[in-house]
C-alpha cells in the first residue's frame, strides 16, 4: 500500500511569489490533515478535511493560505503571495473515516523556503 | 501558549541504558496521547499511545506513562538502541468527536550512543 505522498520535496521561492503544494493521500482515506513545522518549534495543525469538506481550518495563519480537496482525493494547499515567515516544513496527514488516532499516517513533507 | 510541552530539547543515553523523554500538557480536555518518531527528511511516525483511562502501556522495548493529576506522561525506551536515535513528539488530543486535531509538543532528540 502506498503511503501518503507530497510533492515537491523542497520548494525555494522568492518572496511575492506563489507556490502550490500537494498531498495525494492513503487510497480510502477520507480524513486529510495540513501541518507545518517553522524550524526548531512544535509541529503546528493547519487544517482538516472529511472528504471534500473543511471540517476545520481553524490552523490556518491567513487569508493568503488557501487549501483545495476536489473530488475527496489529493489536496493542494497554496500560498499566495508567499512571505519570510511562511518557510517551514508542510506535512500532510492521513486516516481512516473511523479510524482511531493511531492510524494517522503523515507524508515525508515539503520543505518551503522563502528568500 | 503551548499546550505539549517538552522541556528537554536534546537528551544522550548510552546503548543499552534506559532513554526517558518527558512531556507536560496544559489542556484537561486532552484524553489521548501519542508519541512519534521522526528521522531527518522523513514525516513523523506512530510509536505507542495511550488512553487517559489507563495509566501504562506496553509495546515491546516501548512503555509510555500517564500521570493524569500532574498532567505528565513519560516514554520510555529500555534498551536503548542507536536506531532509536531520532526526535520524538509528544502529542496530545481530545479522542471524542469527528475532529482527530493533535496537538504536538516541539520534540526532543534522542541520541544513543554506541
Known amino acids: 500500500e502506498a503511503g501518503v505522498t507530497q510533492f515537491p520535496s523542497h520548494s525555494v521561492i522568492e518572496k511575492g511569489q506563489t507556490v502550490t503544494l500537494r498531498c495525494d493521500p492513503i487510497s480510502g482515506h477520507d480524513n486529510l490533515y495540513w501541518y507545518r513545522r517553522v524550524m526548531g518549534k512544535e509541529i503546528k495543525f493547519l487544517l482538516h478535511?472529511?472528504?471534500?469538506?473543511?471540517?476545520?481550518e481553524s490552523g490556518m495563519p491567513n487569508n493568503r493560505f488557501l487549501a483545495e480537496r476536489t473530488g475527496g482525493t489529493y489536496s493542494t494547499l497554496k500560498v499566495q503571495p508567499a512571505e519570510l515567515e511562511d518557510s517551514g516544513v508542510y506535512f500532510c496527514?492521513?486516516?481512516?473515516?473511523?479510524?482511531?488516532?493511531?492510524?494517522?499516517?503523515f507524508g515525508s513533507g515539503t520543505r518551503l523556503t522563502v528568500v | 501558549d503551548q499546550q505539549v510541552k517538552q522541556n528537554s530539547p536534546s537528551l544522550s543515553v548510552q546503548e543499552g541504558r534506559i532513554s526517558i523523554l518527558n512531556c507536560d500538557y496544559t489542556n484537561s480536555m486532552f484524553d489521548y496521547f501519542l508519541w512519534y518518531k521522526k528521522y531527518p527528511a522523513e514525516g513523523p511516525t506512530f510509536l505507542i499511545s495511550i488512553s487517559s483511562i489507563k495509566d501504562k502501556n506496553e509495546d515491546g522495548r516501548f512503555t509510555v506513562f500517564l500521570n493524569k493529576s500532574a498532567k505528565h506522561l513519560s516514554l520510555h525506551i529500555v534498551p536503548s538502541q542507536p536506531g532509536d536515535s531520532a526526535v520524538y513528539f509528544c502529542?496530545?488530543?481530545?479522542?471524542?468527536?469527528?475532529?482527530?486535531?493533535?496537538?504536538f509538543g516541539k520534540g526532543t532528540l534522542l541520541t544513543v550512543n554506541p
Open positions: 478535511f472529511v472528504k471534500e469538506s473543511k471540517q476545520d
Open positions: 502529542a496530545a488530543s481530545r479522542s471524542g468527536g469527528s475532529n482527530y486535531k493533535l496537538t
Open positions: 496527514a492521513s486516516s481512516q473515516a473511523s479510524g482511531s488516532l493511531d492510524g494517522y499516517t
